[in-house]
């Protein structure tokens, strides 16, 4: 059954465009992608991502369970801290990827994709070591971003600064806001500054309600992608599948081969391709599973691509043969029955200006 | 009442000039299911109906701009080339293209016809 989040009756009101998520009900949009994307670029915006899966790992060896787990190195990670990892298979290819809070050194919280929850859960559970509970807490949980450079000035009028984290990728656990407790987190996927809060869903909804009237822009699903895409971030089920390894998807930073083992390493093998940015020189818009020739050669296709809202221009990610990943290489992406040149370009496409506030 | 606007089918609305003559545009309706239109491309010279006149492309999808007449693509709103929003802001006040020597047309609704027909 299609599940509603527990701001369901907010994105109706607020006319959201609802679609079918990963099995949730969620907005598309409520007004215009463009809008809701430029709003998170230059002022701040809100996104109902309910549907993310969080799975709890307690025990005295929960550092070291998740560490043989995941491909980064998270040995040494601390309370309140998180990092960015990948699970792989024994093959070396790419499970899921996912955020690792470290509640404790016996507690740590896994956030994954919402459409890979369900298999995250089973494949963390099928590899479990003796002494380590594993659990679903994905219906516990509604989650909230609030993204773009003014995501800290309208929180203030909720929370005082002090119970915000400060560093990116820091968290505070228990904080209190609108007399709930939730998690805030410093995270995001726009590229912009921004923070994720976690908690039950009536704390959440009141948390969302009380931002929108505040003058928060509600944003959807669409919003959300071409933010990421414009930050040059990744999304599973395109840039990263169970076809490819972290090595092939530029993320190879995220793969620590010095660690001394973990699921998929040994298998871990480098086929000679690689993620790209590319930049339509001609006209169109270039998308998802468009091939891309260097010189009448296939040498692979794209990933996401769509037209980027702040930066005005078709943009795409791709996975191509290595030797024609340098910038600058001019390529050609088919376009349904034409051809365009793109050029490759440096990834991200976007990267915020550091401002002191 | 010659100058009202006749849509197709497939979302296209027709505006004739003469007999022979009309504006085709894109009704509000789809544009709105479209969402932000960036880009949009006619490359079709010689059409006969139902024929692919070029692409409309939303940062949502791309879709398929389909002629509900044949006879021949003479001009292109430069207007919308250069700015596509235009039709995200008023699609039925904004030609995308003019087709002449006109010999066919698909079934055309009038604008409560449509609306029922988009009501189904």
């Given at each position: 059954m299609v599940k509603k989040t527990s701001m369901y009756d907010e994105h109706v009101e607020l006319k959201g465009k609802m679609v079918e998520f990963a099995n949730y009900l969620l907005p598309i949009q409520y007004t215009s992608i463009v809008d809701e994307h430029l709003a998170v670029r230059q002022r701040v915006g809100i996104f109902d991502v309910s549907h993310m899966g969080e799975i709890l790992i307690e025990g005295k060896n929960a550092i070291a369970f998740v560490n043989y787990l995941v491909c980064s190195d998270i040995s040494k990670i601390q309370s309140s801290r998180i990092k960015y990892s990948l699970l792989l298979n024994e093959k070396g290819t790419i499970i899921d990827d996912l955020l690792v809070y470290c509640l404790s050194e016996t507690k740590l919280l896994l956030v994954v994709n919402a459409s890979n929850k369900e298999k995250d859960y089973k494949w963390i559970t099928d590899n479990k070591i003796a002494g380590i509970k594993i659990t679903d807490k994905s219906d516990s949980y509604s989650q909230i971003a609030i993204q773009g450079p003014l995501s800290k000035t309208i929180l203030t009028h909720i929370v005082n600064a002090d119970f915000l984290p400060k560093k990116y990728y820091s968290f505070i656990e228990k904080v209190n806001i609108l007399s709930h407790e939730v998690l805030i987190s410093k995270t995001g996927y726009t590229g912009e500054d921004g923070?994720?809060?976690?908690?039950?869903?009536?704390?959440?909804?009141?948390?969302?309600?009380?931002l929108i009237q505040l003058g928060i822009t509600p944003c959807g699903l669409g919003s959300r992608d071409t933010l990421r895409l414009e930050a040059g971030m990744p999304l599973y089920g395109h840039e990263m599948n169970e076809d490819i390894t972290?090595?092939?998807t530029s993320?190879?930073?995220?793969?620590?081969?010095?660690?001394?083992?973990?699921?998929?390493?040994?298998n871990l093998v480098d086929k000679g391709i690689t993620r790209v940015g590319l930049f339509n020189l001609d006209k169109g818009i270039i998308r998802e599973n468009m091939e891309v020739f260097f010189e009448n050669n296939l040498i692979g296709s794209t990933t996401s691509g769509t037209f980027l809202p702040y930066l005005k221009g078709s943009y795409a990610m791709a996975i191509i043969d290595k030797k024609y990943s340098l910038e600058n290489t001019v390529v050609d992406v088919k376009i349904r029955n034409r051809f365009v040149k793109a050029k490759v370009v440096?990834?991200?496409?976007?990267k915020r200006k550091k401002v002191g506030v | 009442m010659e100058n009202e606007l006749l849509y197709s089918e497939s979302h296209e609305w027709v505006k004739w000039i003469s007999e022979t003559e009309a504006y085709v545009g894109l009704s509000k309706y789809a544009a709105a299911q479209l969402g932000d239109i960036v880009y949009i491309n006619i490359d079709a010279q010689e059409v006969s109906v139902k024929d692919v006149l070029g692409d409309i492309e939303s940062v949502?999808?791309?879709?398929?701009?389909?002629?509900?007449?044949?006879?021949e693509v003479i001009e292109v709103n430069q207007e919308i080339v250069d700015n596509p929003a235009l039709i995200t802001e008023d699609a039925e006040n904004v030609w995308i293209c003019k087709i002449a020597n006109i010999k066919n047309k698909v079934k055309l609704l009038s604008k409560k016809e449509y609306e029922a027909f988009i009501e189904e």
């Open positions: 923070y994720e809060i976690y908690g039950e869903g009536d704390a959440i909804k009141d948390i969302f309600n009380s972290p090595l092939n993320l190879e930073f995220f793969c620590k081969l010095e660690k001394d083992y973990f699921i998929g390493k040994e440096k990834l991200p496409f976007y | 949502k999808a791309v879709s398929d701009f389909y002629s509900p007449l044949e006879g």
